[in-house]
């Protein structure tokens, strides 16, 4: 028995780990399936508002505790592996599709699905080792990632705190407007907060938002560098033709594939 669940390790850290082109086709098939749970916690909150329907979330919780218990398996420290940040994730948002059957669908748990867009950062590290314009684009895919991110957690918490507050707020749609209007400052007036608590959360809306705003901004129009630290000074960010270190001179090597003439 000990050496059919050896196997069955192996096997699954192969899937999970491996290089081969069938672990790469399997890792991509579980982003795509993060991404579709992703589109779906977030149009289901549009459409059926007051979650009537039940069934798709019992079998989305199904795959993804299948998922955590392969992945668990396949890691060596599985311990660790099962108390690190995106696992509990994961297993708060199993618990959230899984509640219903139990208890009723309160409110709050349109929050803790949203949590599933941390995979968002599982699929960075995929596209950075399989992808050669990513590599390219990375820094200006994560700042875009993290804001989207913020926009879609907010929106939740808009609309979960102010649903019932707010006549404006009537569902999703509602909240992701009102969060990307405060966000980008414009403030059309026609939804606004009068209660203490949707107060202060349109202030770190405000405060958070900008300064994603503004990191994004600046990711996309700063000039292309390529990231190898110096030896000598420790400058990581250099031009891709460098051959010296602009602080202290250090001759660099930067790696590079070249171009045929």
Known sequence: ?????????????????????????????????????????????????????????????????????GRSIAERRWVKHLTSFTSIADLV??????????????????????????????????????????????????????????????????????????????????ALYFTVTTLTTTGFGDITMTDSAGRLLTVGIMIFGVALFLRLVQTIFRPVKVHLPCPDCGLSRHDPDAVHCKHCGRTLNIPTEGEWN
């Open 93 to 174: 948002v199993i618990v959230s599709l899984l509640a219903p059957a139990f208890l009723e669908n309160f409110a709050f748990l349109r929050v803790v699905r949203m949590l599933r867009l941390l995979r968002s950062y599982h699929l960075l590290r995929e596209l950075r080792d399989g992808s050669r314009w990513f590599k390219q684009n990375e820094e200006i895919i994560q700042s875009a990632i993290n804001l989207v991110v913020f926009i879609f957690v907010v929106t939740a918490m808009v609309f979960v705190i102010e649903s019932d507050r707010n006549e404006d707020i009537n569902n999703y749609l509602d």
């Open 1 to 69: 028995m000990q050496n059919g669940f050896g196997e069955l390790q192996r096997q699954l850290h192969k899937l999970y780990f491996g290089s081969t082109r069938s672990s790469r086709a399997w890792r991509f098939s579980l982003l795509a399936f993060d991404l579709v749970t992703i589109a779906y916690f977030i149009v289901s909150s549009v459409i059926d508002p007051d979650r009537l329907h039940h069934g798709l979330d019992y079998a989305i919780a199904v795959v993804l505790i299948l998922d955590l218990v």
